[in-house]
């Protein structure tokens, strides 16, 4: 199948790819955590969901031929996280989205993934306006917006609660 947007993406420390089937321990260290799913899926999940989830992110690549990336460290090589384009079908958008397992935190990794995602979605997909739905309790993943360049565009009332927009420019 020919996607929108390549599969691999490198930057200094990331490998930015496609799940692969063995890559569902290391990314239930993020949906796993309760701290690390707060505001995305709203509660830690069990091994058997973090799966699915992981499923449901390659299920988007061949519905909307594109989709998010497993974010592999390359020293480690190992699965710390997700980053990519992502459109739910409920969402209001498509959007960036991110997130990395809590040992990760704070190591520049998010941001480092996130601005390779917008320069490669400028390349392959310049038609898409992306944004990123964050909750307003989410200081850091609001901080880590403005920090690649997004704007703050509206509040947005999303699953029963009022939600933040920002536009990625």
Not at 110 to 123: C, G
């Amino acid at each position: 199948m020919k996607y929108l947007i390549p599969e691999v993406v490198e930057t200094d420390r990331l490998i930015l790819r496609m799940f692969r089937l063995d890559d569902w321990k290391d990314i239930h260290e993020y949906y796993g955590d309760s701290e690390c799913s707060r505001y995305t899926t709203g509660k830690p999940l069990n091994e058997n969901e973090s799966w699915q989830k992981m499923a449901a992110v390659l299920g988007h690549w061949q519905l909307r031929n594109y989709g998010s990336y497993a974010l592999e460290e390359k020293k480690l090589k190992r699965v710390i996280g997700i980053a990519g384009p992502d459109y739910p079908s409920d969402w209001p958008e498509p959007e960036i989205q991110w997130g990395l397992a809590k040992e990760f935190w704070g190591k520049g990794y998010a941001s480092e993934a996130v601005r390779a995602i917008k320069n490669m979605t400028a390349r392959h997909m310049p038609e898409i306006s992306l944004i990123s739905l964050i909750h307003p309790q989410n200081i850091n993943s609001s901080n880590l917006a403005k920090s690649v360049g997004a704007i703050f565009e509206k509040e947005y009332f999303f699953r029963e609660a009022t939600w933040h927009i920002y536009r990625h420019v």
